[in-house]
T-cell receptor, first 109, second 117 residues
Framework: DAKTTQPNSMESNEEEPVHLPCNHS???????IHWYRQLPSQGPEYVIH???SNVNNRMASLAIAEDRKSSTLILHRATLRDAAVYYC??????????FGSGTKLNVKP | GAVVSQHPSWVICKSGTSVKIECRSL??????MFWYRQFPKQSLMLMAT?????????EQGVEKDKFLINHASLTLSTLTVTSAHPEDSSFYIC?????????????FGPGTRLTVT
């Protein structure tokens, strides 16, 4: 399985941008990069995904390094509802998701 | 769109009994569904991949005779925990795969909390 590395936890102030990093040095050419988040006692929620180019949607932006060995999830204005565990996952060959330990984001009011 | 439901949301059973958990894709057809298990303060662990009309494939270390998976239709997969024991107590989460422009998204159910007494 393709491995990703994320910081265990991060903290942000409400209304400020948050940059959540992910390292995936073993990524291969066809691996998609997915981000999900999970609130306590809930199933994961899709956030965003990309292959090579940066991506934007209503929830977040995904910045992918030119060599694709790292990516950054950007929440433009963090709210208290964004406090969750964020998982960065490599999707290899349209196959299974292997979750790493994720980053627990704490948002301070 | 892309809503996945699970039933029940929580269940308590006695040791030695079996429990069935249902996973349904409500507004799309899912040829593939996945089952995960999550222990407190840990990440999700993939248990098995369920393909409609065929046998499930299990991850290494997951007992296929204990965790029976059936994917009888394009919208329903079930996980049966047989002869449950307290160590099977966990949060069980299913997901269904949806293809979107070359990338397979997974949409997750809300989870089922199983407690074995």
């Amino acid at each position: 399985d393709a491995k990703t590395t994320q910081p265990n936890s991060m903290e942000s102030n409400e209304e400020e941008p948050v940059h959540l990093p992910c390292n995936h040095s073993t990524i291969s050419g066809t691996d998609y990069i997915h981000w999900y988040r999970q609130l306590p006692s809930q199933g994961p929620e899709y956030v965003i995904h990309g292959l090579t180019s940066n991506v934007n949607n209503r929830m977040a932006s995904l910045a992918i390094a030119e060599d694709r060995k790292s990516s950054t999830l950007i929440l433009h204005r963090a709210t208290l509802r964004d406090a969750a565990v964020y998982y960065c996952i490599l999707d290899r060959n349209f196959n299974k998701f292997y979750f790493g330990s994720g980053t627990k984001l704490n948002v301070k009011p | 769109g892309a809503v996945v439901s699970q039933h029940p949301s929580w269940v308590i059973c006695k040791s030695g009994t079996s429990v069935k958990i249902e996973c349904r894709s409500l507004d799309f057809q899912a040829t593939t569904m996945f089952w995960y298990r999550q222990f407190p303060k840990q990440s999700l662990m993939l248990m098995a991949t369920s393909n409609e009309g065929s046998k499930a494939t299990y991850e290494q270390g997951v007992e296929k005779d204990k965790f029976l998976i059936n994917h009888a239709s394009l919208t329903l997969s079930t996980l049966t925990v047989t002869s449950a024991h307290p160590e099977d107590s966990s949060f069980y989460i299913c997901s269904a795969r949806l293809r979107d422009r070359g990338s397979y998204e997974q949409y997750f159910g809300p989870g089922t909390r199983l407690t074995v007494t």
